[in-house]
């Protein structure tokens, strides 16, 4: 075979093998694509499966930092909200922690459908102070330890203890122990001013059938404890306040903590309802109290720590004031040396858009000027409960006191009826009782925190046969059967009010017998300890009332 022919056939050969590697090369290059291809459908179903807004930590579940560098692990169960994703793709194997630089896996994961490790801090503010350390680190968190951070921490203190700082951290609140090798360093962390002090208001007692001036009943309470948050107040727990006055914790300003001395189903319910926080201090927690009326501050000795005492006769005027950290000096007041103006209003109307001819009809602008200067001159308007206990000797009461009373639930007085009676109260935030024709109108007209509603008779307010009010006129069952009808349904049987002023002694004694406390008539003086109970005196007022005149009954 000549030279020539030999070399054609090592080109031919080495030809062929040549194709024959770019053959296998793109075999293997399909096959590794197919492969990949698969392998990232794979992957991209997990991730998939794994993910939602809201998961949970099935066991050393690693976290990165914004760099994606290993920095922690994390133990099981802890659930973590992510940042939402719109559309899941290969490259979301590391999830964002939501608000935070952090990022876990999606291997060590599972959904769960909400949070329910919820923390609640909305009071504290933040140390301008640091915990740093360049060591392994270990957070704890009710007692258990859930992350290790590998490389340290640098964190701003949210608050401590005796023997842990706390951080916020993945958006939970987490436990550090104290130990020699953390170090605290200062960082201006946040420019919000926390509060050097703290206004403890105590409850001597809380209930509807304790006495004496420590003794509020549930309305009381929980009118104060709705202007204290309307006025932007926050009402501490007893865990915060005892972390406060040991510089334990920093919180914001306007904040409010409130005692009692006993537990009742009254407080149980305020604290569930309302959300009041209301404490009993125990020997447990090591700190005293004295009865300063002035507020609290973390300079205090713990065992001579300053409060302001509530008693029945406090204005929600002299409450704020508590809130707002100033001395407050509250004379105790003989109530045997003075009486109270019980007024008597009936209808409101508004000259503008509507008539009312009557004597007993009052110009809403009337009413505005008769609360406006209530509000100015210090006056508190009375709960019927009040009013009742203050009558029977059980409380004492401020000289500047007045109960504010309205017949029959007609023109103005309703929301079904023009809606000014209910209207102004709520606007100044005071008490009245409305006593209702309850077989006329709806009850369900007349709801506010500040109108109580007390009976006026079911159907019995109009003129009998006899010539006076139905009342007199009919017998002592009769009366009696339309009191029960009206008790059936304002179920509150602590005031009755006669139709007319009219009365006489069958009318007098259904009314003692269906277990009312007092009833109202007219009379044109001041109520007294004196007065007979089922007789107390009221002022009409009539439209024709000028300031000079209202002045002169309340005062």
């Not at 950290?325 to 858009?353: C, K, M, Q, T």
């Not at 929301?415 to 009245?432: D, Q, V, W």
Request: charged residues 30%.
């Amino acid at each position: 075979m000549t030279k020539k022919r030999k070399k054609k056939i090592k080109v031919k050969h080495k030809k062929s093998i040549i194709l024959i590697i770019v053959i296998l090369l793109i075999i293997c290059g399909v096959l590794s694509f197919l492969i990949i291809k698969n392998s990232n459908k794979i992957i991209l179903k997990n991730i998939k499966n794994n993910y939602n807004k809201y998961v949970i930590t099935k066991g050393n579940t690693k976290l990165y930092d914004k760099n994606k560098k290993l920095i922690g692990y994390i133990d099981k169960d802890l659930q973590i909200e992510l940042e939402d994703i719109k559309n899941i793709t290969i490259k979301n194997k590391y999830l964002k922690v939501k608000n935070s630089d952090n990022y876990i896996g999606y291997k060590n994961i599972k959904k769960i459908k909400k949070i329910t490790d919820i923390d609640s801090n909305d009071n504290y503010i933040v140390f301008n102070k640091n915990i740093k350390s360049n060591n392994k680190i270990n957070l704890y968190r009710n007692g258990k330890k859930v992350i290790t951070l590998t490389n340290g921490i640098n964190k701003e203190i949210l608050y401590m203890d005796k023997d842990s700082y706390y951080v916020k951290y993945l958006n939970k609140t987490f436990s550090i122990k104290k130990d020699k090798k953390i170090k605290t360093i200062k960082k201006n962390n946040t420019s919000d001013k926390a509060t050097d002090y703290i206004s403890v208001l105590y409850y001597e007692g809380i209930g509807n059938n304790c006495e004496g001036n420590g003794c509020l009943d549930i309305e009381n309470v929980k009118t104060q404890i709705i202007e204290l948050k309307n006025n932007g107040y926050n009402l501490i727990t007893k865990d915060e306040y005892i972390a406060f006055i040991n510089d334990y914790i920093r919180l914001k300003e306007k904040s409010v903590f409130l005692t009692t001395g006993s537990e009742t189903d009254e407080v149980k319910l305020l604290n569930d309802k309302y959300k009041a926080n209301i404490s009993i201090i125990n020997d447990k927690d090591n700190i005293k109290f004295q009865n300063t009326n002035k507020k609290s501050t973390s300079k205090d000795k713990k065992d001579k720590l300053n409060r302001y005492v509530i008693k029945t006769y406090s204005s929600i005027d002299d409450i704020l004031k508590m809130a707002n950290g100033e001395d407050v000096s509250e004379e105790e007041i003989n109530s045997n040396d003075f009486g109270i103006a019980v007024l008597n209003y009936h209808f409101f109307y508004d000259p503008n858009s509507q008539r009312c001819d009557e004597a007993i009809c009052l110009e809403v602008n009337k009413f505005r000027e008769h609360l406006q200067y209530l509000k100015d001159n210090g006056y508190k308007t009375l709960t019927m409960k009040e009013f009742v206990n203050w009558i029977y000797g059980k409380i004492d009461l401020p000289k500047k006191s007045v109960l504010i009373t309205i017949d029959d639930g007609a023109m103005g007085t309703g929301k079904h009826n023009g809606n000014h009676l209910i209207t102004l109260l709520e606007e100044y935030k005071m008490h009245a009782t409305l006593f209702l024709i309850a077989g006329w109108w709806d009850i369900s007209n007349y709801q506010s925190d500040y109108l109580e509603v007390q009976s006026h008779t079911f159907d019995m307010h109009k003129y009998g046969d006899c010539g006076r009010g139905q009342l007199v006129c009919a017998n002592y069952d009769q009366a009696k059967a339309d009191l029960q009808k009206s008790l059936d349904i304002i179920k509150d049987n602590t005031s009755f009010c006669y139709p007319f002023y009219s009365y006489d002694d069958e009318a007098i004694k259904a009314v003692k017998d269906l277990g009312f406390k007092v009833a109202f008539a007219g009379g044109n003086v001041k109520a007294r300890r004196t007065s007979d109970k089922y007789k107390v005196p009221r002022y009409p007022i009539q439209s024709d009332i000028t300031m000079q005149d209202f002045i002169k009954k309340i005062s």
